[in-house]
């Protein structure tokens, strides 16, 4: 099990961007990680995905072309810039292990709002 703590999310306006970042408690080198987000009321979805060497990603096609997902496996970090949020972005944004599974952690609150 790998333990992972999500951080830098917060409160901004329509357009606005904000950088989330998350840090494992170890190597995550060899694994590919994801970002997912929860909506109140509804399920968790998946929003973006990266391999473990950080040449591929896949974004659902609601974030598509505005989050760009990227990790530093030397710090064991993984990161997601939002850029032009929409209110339909609020969320409480976990990372986690891709198709692997693992705890999740406790997320960070994206609230886009005018």
């Known amino acids: 099990q790998v333990q992972l703590v999500e951080s830098g999310g917060g409160l901004v306006q329509p357009g606005g961007s904000l950088r989330l970042s998350c840090a494992a408690s170890?190597?995550?080198?060899?694994?590919?990680m994801a970002w997912y987000r929860q909506a109140l009321g509804n399920q968790r979805e998946l929003v973006a995905v990266?391999?473990?060497?950080?040449?591929?990603?896949n974004y659902a096609d609601s974030v598509k072309g505005r989050f760009t997902i990227s990790r530093d496996n030397a710090k064991n970090t993984v990161y997601l810039q939002m850029n032009s949020l929409k209110p339909e972005d609020t969320a409480v944004y976990y990372c986690?292990?891709?198709?692997?599974?693992?705890?999740w952690g406790q997320g960070t609150q994206v609230t886009v709002s005018s």
């Open positions: 986690n292990v891709y198709g692997i599974f693992n705890s």
């Open positions: 990266i391999t473990s060497g950080g040449d591929i990603t």
């Open positions: 170890g190597s995550i080198f060899s694994i590919s």
